[in-house]
């Protein structure tokens, strides 16, 4: 008699009222993150407080969700079940066109994965909230 595999969800985010405009965006299959009025840089995390120049605040921006692969690891081993039948798999750091630095899965085989490799936003909507991942873009 074999075991019945008994799927789980990945653990919800928490989110605070400084991410909730970017949960909130992930829900709507959209990157958003606040723009600051004052120099007119991206910030990621969301803070209510631009970090380059101190102007409190911020404009929420929808970003376009391309990006360039700034370093990335492969997990052979994950933090929670719910991720263990999906190893190996990429983790990246991705420049985002827009400025701001994010740390994301990337859909696609760990061996096809590249510093400099373009790639763009994906959504995976879970039972509570949306992960946001990236996959390949073509040439």
Partial sequence: MS???VSVEPPAPQIDPDSAGYWRGLAEHE???PRCSQ????????LDACPY?????GEETVLSGVGTVYSFIVLHRTFHPAFEADLPFAIAVVDLEEGPRVAARIEAPPES??????VGARYVDHESWTELRFAPQDS
């Fill in 31 to 33: 990157v958003r993150l």
């Fill in 3 to 5: 075991t019945p595999v």
């Fill in 39 to 46: 120099c007119g840089k991206v910030r990621f995390p969301p």
């Fill in 113 to 118: 994965v590249s510093i400099g490799m373009r």
């Fill in 53 to 57: 120049c101190g102007e409190p605040g």
